[in-house]
């Protein structure tokens, strides 16, 4: 299994261009997550999907929008990039809503110039 | 809201220490989690914790549920330098269990 996979790794923006980060697991997982984690900040959640077909916002939704396109993949789209987004994104699944344990990609180094 | 305070904040220790850390709350938590990030990962999951009181260990990693329920400790017995990143605890606010709020870390450097 690859766990959760996130594509790209790296991406350079200028302000006010768009572009989607991808986000798949292979563990049947019910929820998935996204996450910005900025220098000396912890992890903050930016939206998520309890069930496929469902998203609702997290901590700091603003200028960010998501899909949940099925069960394995959920999408996060930057329509018009600015600097305060310069961040690493990470995209976390949970198995059930009985459980708290959230899995982790290896991240998306966001820089928007 | 709830918040996780973690601390400390970073550390530099000898290989071959032991490492203590903690994770405090002003509120009760019913799941406590540990992860570690390695630098340019994404964070690992290391160890679960759900019930207060309750301890437990993944190889040299030990880590304690608060009889409080509002703080977490962890442990790491004789460091390698592969222990070193940040450590993270982490748990759902108010028992909802689909979101979690994470600790702001505790930067662990080993030193040969």
């Known amino acids: 299994n690859a766990g959760v996979t996130q594509t790209p790794k790296f991406q350079v923006l200028k302000t006010g261009q768009s572009m989607t980060l991808q986000c798949a697991q292979d563990?049947?997982?019910?929820?998935m997550y996204w996450y910005r984690q900025d220098p000396g900040m912890g992890l903050r959640l930016i939206y998520y999907s309890a069930s496929e077909g469902t998203t609702d916002k997290g901590e700091v939704p603003n200028g960010y929008n998501v899909s949940r396109l099925n069960k394995r993949e959920f999408s996060l789209r930057l329509e018009s990039a600015a600097p305060s987004q310069t961040s690493v994104y990470f995209c976390a699944s949970k198995r059930t809503s009985g459980s708290s344990e959230q899995f982790f990609g290896p991240g998306t180094r966001l820089t928007v110039l | 809201g709830q918040q996780l305070n973690q601390s400390p904040q970073s550390m530099f220790i000898q290989e071959g220490e032991d490492v203590s850390m903690n994770c405090t709350s002003s509120?009760?938590?019913?799941?406590w989690l540990w992860y570690k990030q390695d630098p340019g990962e994404g964070p690992v999951l290391l160890i679960a914790?759900?019930?207060?009181?309750e301890l437990t260990s993944n190889g040299r990693l030990t880590a304690q549920f608060g009889i409080t329920r509002k703080d977490s400790f962890l442990n790491i017995s004789a460091s390698i330098p592969s222990d070193v990143g940040i450590y993270f605890c982490?748990?759902?606010?108010?028992?909802?269990?689909?979101?979690?709020?994470f600790g702001t870390g505790t930067r662990l450097q080993v030193f040969p």
């Open positions: 509120s009760i938590f019913n799941t």
């Open positions: 982490a748990g759902p606010p108010n028992y909802n269990t689909d979101k979690l709020i």
């Open positions: 914790l759900y019930k207060a009181g």
């Open positions: 563990m049947n997982h019910n929820s």
